[in-house]
């Protein structure tokens, strides 16, 4: 029997690089290594395409380890916000609009919200091509550590109407995120002079920003 056909370099051992939210257990199970399959004998390139086409996996690489093992290595994308789409459930999409998966609220923290779409139709493991969540995704990717430790949702019902809600219910209305970097830097400055008054602020147009307080007549 050559050695090819010999059972004697089975596969044994299977480990895990790269997982964070998926485990390793669910790694192992889509990428589905046949039966009998042996060092010099297995579907390399089947199973890195199966890995590849899961929601959560951007990209996948199977190595072989002496004397009985593989290692799977997976770079897994990284969630950048929660869609809210008024149900029970919202929708994990990382900065390039994947739409990941759905998750509930208290279970992922770590995200900003974004709310009030009207074109967004997910589908777990595709891109979403809603204008107004790409919009949404830039601008909290152009945002200051500063603002975005202070936005806590997005709401977002056309690109024009974007706008950020803080933890000290301020509005931000941002529009497109043209310009974010200097939109962000200008709000932040009218937050600051305007402390404790202020509740609307429109940087909409950069150049002539507006704001508005507690009392309306300002």
Known sequence: MSLYRSSLLSITEIEVEGVVELTADEVIDVAALPEGSTLLRFPRAEMEVRLAAHPWIAAAHISRRLPDGLVIHIDERSPAALV?????????????AMVLGQRTPETTETVTVIRDLTDFEPVAGERSDSVSLENALRVLEGLSEEMLARVRAVSAPSVDLTTLMTVEDIEVLVGSAEDIEKKDAVALRIMEEQAETVVHINVRTVDRPTWRGLDSSQ
């Open 84 to 96: 809210d789409t008024g149900e029970a459930t919202f929708w994990l999409v990382d900065a390039n």
